[in-house]
């Protein structure tokens, strides 16, 4: 494709300024129609960012003959249908994280995907920020040695919606999202540790519904082994007190120790026998802006690989399940 003319299932609140600005910004690249089922919504957010075509109906904006690729945006127990759907039209698909609401739906989004023979891309955008790079050159580097352990340790306190049942979020109804914050959260960190060290061989873990404020687990506990022998842990908890907020990640090594975050974007701090470096870097305008330039260039065949397929990222899928105890 010289011109890559994307369609939008979807377009809540992740595009208005993390994703959809991007796309219209890459050469080669525009949003030319929205979809959304409250028309009201979905004539709004076109209006606003001049777009030309919206539609409540996804099915009508898949076979609209101006769109050329599909990016899903909704919660996750719709990324299978509308990607599956996109794929068989014959349309490059762009999905949010996680792939799926589960590791079945994203066997069969990979099946069709190899059957159809069209691209499917995930919205792992972490793989992509200069942020995670300095992380993974760090590594590469062999500043740290050979590295023995990861873990993660990760806690924020309620969401005020979350007191309410009738204002809880999607992102704690299983029925949509797969799970709850967990699905949600620790998705960007499995699939950032896959970026970093490859597949996850084996998981485990347990969870907890501590509070009982919503029905899925507040609470997460895992430990996993990669390919690479490397040895991880991890704790997530959502119900943490109102002062408390914690999102790092440290990596050991027999030369060092390296520690960063994943939503925060502190100092990443490499500490060695030779002392403690700090390092700071940038995040684009539009958070997703270096992964969607990446999927534009590699469907106009320029040559760019993608860092964020469906093939890693139903990887992090079935970690999360493992974890979670449903695989």
Request: one cysteine or more.
């Given at each position: 494709m010289n011109?890559?003319?994307w369609?939008f299932?979807?377009?809540?609140?992740?595009?208005e300024?993390?994703?959809g600005?991007?796309f219209?910004?890459?050469?080669?690249?525009?949003?030319?129609?929205?979809?959304?089922?409250n028309?009201t919504?979905?004539k709004?957010?076109?209006a606003?960012?001049?777009?030309g075509?919206?539609?409540?109906?996804a099915?009508?904006l898949?076979?609209?003959?101006n769109?050329?690729a599909i990016y899903?945006?909704?919660?996750?127990?719709?990324h299978?249908?509308?990607a599956?759907?996109?794929?068989?039209?014959?349309?490059?698909v762009y999905?949010?994280?996680?792939?799926a609401?589960?590791?079945?739906?994203c066997?069969?989004?990979l099946r069709v995907?190899?059957?159809?023979g069209?691209?499917?891309?995930?919205?792992?955008?972490r793989?992509?920020?200069p942020?995670f790079?300095?992380?993974?050159?760090?590594?590469?580097?062999g500043l740290l040695?050979?590295?023995s352990?990861?873990?993660?340790q990760?806690?924020?306190?309620?969401?005020?919606?979350?007191?309410?049942?009738d204002?809880?979020?999607?992102r704690?109804k299983?029925?949509?999202?797969?799970?709850?914050y967990?699905?949600?959260?620790?998705?960007?960190q499995l699939?950032?540790?896959?970026?970093l060290?490859?597949?996850?061989a084996s998981?485990?873990?347990?969870?907890?519904?501590?509070?009982?404020?919503?029905?899925?687990e507040?609470t997460?506990?895992?430990?996993?082994q990669?390919q690479?022998?490397?040895?991880?842990?991890g704790?997530?908890?959502?119900?943490a007190p109102?002062?408390?907020r914690t999102?790092?990640?440290?990596l050991?090594?027999t030369?060092?120790?390296?520690?960063?975050?994943?939503?925060?974007f502190?100092d990443?701090?490499?500490?060695?026998?030779?002392?403690?470096?700090?390092?700071k870097?940038?995040?684009?305008?539009?958070?997703q802006?270096?992964?969607?330039?990446?999927?534009?260039?590699c469907?106009?065949?320029?040559?760019?690989?993608?860092?964020?397929?469906?093939?890693?990222a139903a990887?992090?899928?079935?970690?999360?399940?493992?974890v979670?105890?449903?695989l």
């Amino acid at each position: 494709m010289n011109m890559v003319n994307w369609g939008f299932i979807g377009c809540g609140s992740v595009t208005e300024k993390k994703s959809g600005p991007a796309f219209s910004k890459i050469e080669g690249s525009k949003v030319v129609a929205v979809m959304r089922r409250n028309a009201t919504k979905a004539k709004d957010y076109a209006a606003r960012h001049g777009i030309g075509v919206w539609y409540t109906d996804a099915q009508q904006l898949i076979e609209d003959p101006n769109v050329t690729a599909i990016y899903v945006a909704t919660p996750p127990s719709t990324h299978a249908e509308y990607a599956i759907d996109a794929m068989r039209a014959g349309e490059p698909v762009y999905v949010e994280k996680p792939m799926a609401a589960n590791y079945v739906e994203c066997q069969e989004m990979l099946r069709v995907s190899k059957e159809t023979g069209v691209s499917c891309f995930v919205a792992y955008y972490r793989r992509t920020l200069p942020y995670f790079l300095k992380v993974k050159q760090l590594i590469d580097d062999g500043l740290l040695g050979n590295i023995s352990t990861v873990q993660v340790q990760f806690s924020i306190p309620p969401y005020a919606t979350d007191y309410n049942s009738d204002t809880l979020s999607w992102r704690v109804k299983k029925e949509i999202a797969g799970a709850g914050y967990f699905y949600d959260l620790a998705s960007h960190q499995l699939d950032l540790l896959d970026f970093l060290f490859g597949p996850i061989a084996s998981a485990c873990g347990h969870t907890a519904n501590i509070t009982g404020l919503y029905d899925v687990e507040d609470t997460v506990s895992a430990s996993f082994q990669f390919q690479s022998r490397v040895l991880g842990s991890g704790s997530w908890t959502f119900i943490a007190p109102s002062n408390t907020r914690t999102d790092t990640i440290d990596l050991v090594g027999t030369k060092g120790k390296l520690s960063f975050s994943t939503f925060m974007f502190t100092d990443i701090v490499l500490e060695t026998s030779e002392g403690k470096t700090s390092y700071k870097e940038a995040n684009p305008d539009n958070i997703q802006y270096y992964l969607i330039k990446s999927i534009v260039e590699c469907l106009q065949e320029k040559g760019t690989k993608v860092v964020s397929t469906a093939d890693s990222a139903a990887r992090t899928n079935w970690v999360m399940d493992r974890v979670l105890g449903s695989l």
